[in-house]
Structure formats: C-alpha cells, structure tokens
C-alpha cells in the first residue's frame, strides 16, 4: 500500500464524514422546535407516548 494514497483516501474519508455531520445537525436545528406550544398534544413526551400506545391496544 503507499502510505501517501492512503493519507489522501482518509483525508476524503474524514472530509465526506464531516459534511454528513453538519448536514446532519442542519437538519436537526430545523426540526427543533418543531412541535413547541402546540394545544392538541400533551406538553409531557412521556404522556404523549403512552397517549400513543394506548390507542394501539
């Protein structure tokens, strides 16, 4: 293997990972947020979720 190949193939590597990453936490801040001082869910997550669950049995 040539050592010089493989440091441009992990400096791909990490730069590919980092634009996923800030992707990623773009689309994060974008969602936060999302479903704050809504009246038809309950402000609890638990609550919601058992609120959820219930309709299933």
């Known amino acids: 293997m ?3 190949q493989d440091a ?3 400096a791909d590597l990490s730069s590919a990972l ?12 974008a969602a ?4 704050k001082n809504r ?3 309950p402000q609890d997550g638990v609550e919601y979720q058992d ?3 219930d309709e299933w049995r």
């Open 18 to 29: 980092e634009e996923r990453r800030c992707r990623r936490m773009a689309a994060l801040k």
């Open 51 to 53: 609120q959820l669950r």
């Open 39 to 41: 009246a038809d869910i």
């Open 2 to 4: 040539d050592p010089v």
């Open 8 to 10: 441009v193939d992990q």
């Open 32 to 35: 936060e947020g999302l479903w």
